[in-house]
């Protein structure tokens, strides 16, 4: 049977609705020999699925159904067992990262300013057991910077190679899966080949931060905070594990609204909570006030590689960005103009309506634009369905108007001022240029044999 979205004969999303009567809290054990029944599974075991269908169920396996479906609270929960039994052995460090863009949620949601929420939500996770708690940023930087590089690279060689460009983002998984599963080959070049902040938060973890503490990377359990449900896709990818020590770059990702209700199920709010310091990568060192990229309501890769596009390939300073809606708010074009010529022109295309559009100009070779900044949720990362959805599903538009107020008012922080990136290049990647930067930021997106048409798809 299909859903309105889907070309095969069974769907996640069909799944979905059936199965809502199975999402109920399991209750508290009260069997002291069941250990896996302690206090932390006071919360459901309930089955956790992608929100929004990316496209058609062909874009999830069988497999990868159930890898995403084990990503939930009771992995949080399993570590801290682990870590209260004599075996030493088997004890991990668990290391939490917190998306830069669920940090406003917790904010409007809870009536506090963004550094006290990050403060509480710290204060809140160390209570649990969680020994680190780091923010983004800092990948975040890493991504923005080598895509700035890249995009000058391929601009460059625009004459000479068929597919550089245009080129398109990389940070949001919704959009890769759909890219690599279903528009395959005319699409996948053009995605640029820096890591997203999470995979490159999962490396500096697992890689960076593993040898500072003396640790193995199987020894470290790390968890990602996220907006939406698709990053639980791409920790998946076999691109982010390590064979030698079979260990995934990011071991878990939760959503910002699972991590609410296991406040929910604990009667805590973040207002009770004692307030903790951000852990940072660098020792006993913490992280100060939260700081964002550009950008309204995402990382921002649109607005810092036109500006930095802008300095390095004609010598402009660009100030500030004017963006021009186009059929409606979540399609944007930004140009810059030079001796009364267009010499640049981005476009910023938020759900995948638009991103449909898009591809068909792009095949059709009627495709303007130099950079896109694809987002796979309308309105941008702010409004992953993992965050800002009411009870019935549906987008909460007053939390989602609070929560980029809470947004737009965290100060900018430009990637190329952090003095602790570019320790990192030095010290840990061996230079700007070197080969390690390749082999740990960047990856490559290809085309998956896919049965399925994207035309086939009713939008």
């Known amino acids: 049977m299909k859903c309105e979205n889907c070309t095969k004969k069974e769907c996640s999303k069909k799944q979905k609705n059936d199965d809502k009567q199975n999402t109920s809290v399991d209750p508290l054990s009260t069997n002291d020999e069941n250990?896996?029944?302690?206090?932390?599974?006071?919360?459901?075991?309930?089955?956790?699925?992608?929100?929004?269908?990316?496209?058609?169920?062909?874009?999830?396996?069988?497999?990868?159904?159930?890898?995403?479906?084990?990503?939930?609270q009771k992995e949080l929960f399993r570590i801290l067992n682990l870590n209260k039994k004599c075996d030493t052995s088997k004890h991990k460090v668990l290391a939490v990262s917190i998306c830069t863009q669920s940090l406003p949620y917790f904010a409007a949601k809870f009536n506090l300013c963004v550094n006290d929420a990050a403060k509480r939500l710290c204060g809140f996770l160390k209570s649990l057991g969680v020994h680190y708690v780091f923010d983004t940023t800092i990948a975040a930087d890493f991504s923005i910077l080598e895509s700035q590089k890249e995009f000058?690279?391929?601009?460059?060689?625009?004459?000479?190679?068929?597919?550089?460009?245009?080129?398109?983002?990389?940070?949001?998984?919704?959009?890769?899966?759909?890219?690599?599963?279903?528009?395959?080959?005319?699409?996948?070049?053009?995605?640029?080949?820096?890591?997203?902040?999470?995979?490159?938060?999962?490396?500096?973890?697992?890689?960076?931060?593993?040898?500072?503490?003396?640790?193995?990377?199987?020894?470290?359990?790390?968890?990602?905070?996220?907006?939406?449900?698709?990053?639980?896709?791409?920790?998946?990818?076999e691109d982010f594990y390590t064979p030698l020590y079979n260990s995934q770059d990011v071991d878990c990702v939760l959503t910002s609204g699972e991590i609410v209700?296991?406040?929910?199920?604990?009667?805590?709010?973040?207002?009770?909570?004692?307030?903790?310091?951000?852990?940072?990568?660098?020792?006993e060192i913490k992280e100060e006030d939260v700081v964002r990229h550009d950008g309204r309501r995402s990382d921002g890769y649109l607005e810092h590689i036109f500006k930095h596009a802008a300095k390095e390939l004609?010598?402009?300073?660009?100030?500030?960005?004017?963006?021009?809606?186009?059929?409606?708010?979540?399609?944007?074009?930004?140009?810059?103009?030079?001796?009364?010529?267009?010499?640049?022109?981005?476009?910023?295309?938020?759900?995948?309506?638009?991103?449909?559009?898009?591809?068909?100009?792009?095949?059709?070779?009627?495709?303007?634009?130099?950079?896109?900044?694809?987002?796979?949720?309308?309105?941008?990362?702010?409004?992953?369905?993992?965050?800002?959805?009411?009870?019935?599903?549906?987008?909460?538009?007053?939390?989602?108007?609070?929560?980029?107020?809470?947004?737009?008012?965290?100060?900018?922080?430009?990637p190329e001022t952090s003095l602790h990136v570019q320790k990192l290049y030095q010290d840990w990647l061996e230079g700007m240029d070197s080969k390690k930067v390749q082999e740990t930021l960047h990856t490559k997106y290809c085309a998956v044999n896919q049965t399925a048409s994207s035309m086939d798809i009713k939008w």
């Open 35 to 72: 250990e896996e029944k302690n206090e932390f599974h006071k919360l459901a075991g309930a089955k956790i699925f992608l929100s929004d269908c990316l496209a058609c169920d062909n874009c999830v396996t069988s497999e990868e159904g159930v890898r995403i479906f084990q990503q939930n």
């Open 314 to 414: 004609f010598d402009m300073d660009v100030q500030e960005i004017t963006y021009k809606i186009l059929k409606n708010k979540d399609f944007q074009e930004v140009t810059l103009e030079k001796d009364g010529e267009t010499v640049l022109r981005f476009a910023a295309a938020y759900g995948f309506r638009n991103i449909q559009n898009m591809v068909l100009k792009l095949k059709k070779g009627k495709f303007l634009y130099h950079f896109v900044e694809v987002l796979a949720c309308p309105g941008g990362c702010l409004n992953g369905k993992g965050q800002a959805q009411t009870e019935d599903g549906k987008p909460d538009k007053v939390l989602l108007s609070q929560m980029e107020e809470v947004y737009a008012a965290i100060p900018v922080r430009l």
């Open 261 to 283: 209700q296991i406040m929910e199920q604990k009667n805590i709010s973040m207002k009770e909570v004692a307030e903790a310091a951000v852990d940072s990568l660098f020792g």
């Open 152 to 237: 000058v690279q391929r601009y460059r060689q625009r004459n000479q190679e068929e597919h550089a460009l245009p080129m398109f983002a990389s940070a949001c998984p919704g959009w890769i899966r759909y890219a690599e599963r279903v528009l395959t080959n005319p699409v996948t070049p053009h995605i640029c080949t820096a890591k997203s902040p999470q995979q490159i938060m999962g490396s500096l973890v697992k890689g960076y931060f593993a040898r500072q503490q003396n640790l193995s990377p199987d020894k470290i359990f790390h968890i990602i905070v996220a907006p939406c449900y698709d990053k639980k896709l791409e920790a998946l990818r």
